[in-house]
């Protein structure tokens, strides 16, 4: 564990940038407004999650004419039997294919690949957005629709920074990839799975995600939960005879309002200490009730828990389960009226700081940030995400990494800032020469 909190990143002194890289990074400026297009083009598909098809072919077809290799199929379930994130309740993989987007390497060396999800979630009141979130609107800098910021503008600044070092022609030993995985909105880790069992291995990753352009060494583990409240419906004019299932709820929700403050309490994870909920559970849906005039015999709530890098999912289980017992019991609530069940767990990770790869990543935002006074702060990536599937299965060095704010993912006009697209594309150009073309073993 890296007491760093709040620390800012020294800055990594700097050798006169080769003209080679230099020559790369031109590059992603001369191209940009072809990759504008590409992300707004890009936003035009409703790729949510089951339906993500239609947006990975657009990508691939693209690739294609570029001239970059694409490895482009279709995963099943069976292939990834033997792994138990593939029992995790998720959509079906029909239908929702995985790209990955190679630039060769000369020799063999060491390689890295960026890893992008290709759902979003979903917009269902089109009409509260202030332009109709599949439209790709670009007003001065900002690029507004759903999956701006999360994921598609990041992934167009890896797509973008592919193509500029493959133009630059500059040699570098190991592989270069971008995967377009499915289902991370959906089923967080098996999607990376698919391309993991394909035998699309890099030596480092990317994932690519909303982290205000920073590279970020941790990210969060979690727990999807479902509570079910049972009661005892009767006519609503003798309500008291009854056990109301949405009563229970009220009492649920107020109960995980209270564990979610005292989580902040015990063993808070320096690189998250910054954000002001330490392991947030939230809510996301609530349902009950079958017919009018009736007490409400069944009631449910949906949500996650997320945790912390080095906590233990298993054993979080159990304390939120025993938790929650407890605190219903206190308000004389019987514990037996509610079923928990953990329908999807993923694993969080941590990158040490001396890893080549942070150096390389730092070493990348100061070049390209020279000028800027804009906060550097080392921190954790504030969500689950794609990064703990390879970092727990074999150990590989991740980061999250990409422009836009989780601010803005999943809301009503979200957008991404074209400038910061463009600028981390610099950033992926210095980090994924650097790696490629070194020696980490």
Partial sequence: MNNISGAHVATIPLNSEDQQ??????????????????LCESIRFPSVSGSEGPFVHFIATWARRMGFEVDLWQATEDSLQCYPQSKARHLALAGRPTAVIRLRG?????????????????????ERWSDHPWTGVTRENRIFGRGACDTKGPLVSALLALYAIRESRIPHRGDIFVEL???EEDCVGLGTLTSHVRGHVPDALIVLEPTESMPRYASRGGLRFEISCIGRSVHSTVKWAGVDAI????????????????SGKVDVHPLFAGYPIARPITVDAVRGGQWQGMVCDSSQCTGYLELLPDDDLSAYQA????????RLAARNRNPEHILINFVETYTGHEIPLSNPLCHYARRAVDATLAASNSPREMSGFNSGCEAGLRASLLGTPTIVWGPGSLMQAHCVDEYVCWSD?????????????????????
């Fill in 21 to 38: 890289t230099s020559r790369a990074t031109e590059l992603v400026s001369t191209h940009a407004l072809e990759f504008r297009e590409l």
């Fill in 106 to 126: 000369t020799s063999g060396g060491p390689s890295i690949g960026f890893n992008a999800h290709s759902d979003v979630v979903a917009a269902p009141e089109p």
């Fill in 181 to 183: 995985i499915p289902g």
């Fill in 247 to 262: 009563d229970i709820l009220r009492a649920v929700l107020d109960c995980l309002k209270e564990m979610e403050t005292d």
């Fill in 319 to 326: 304390r939120f389960s025993d938790e929650l017992h407890r």
């Fill in 421 to 441: 697209v463009q600028a981390v594309a610099e950033m992926f150009v210095r980090t994924a020469l650097a790696w490629t073309r070194g020696n980490h073993s």
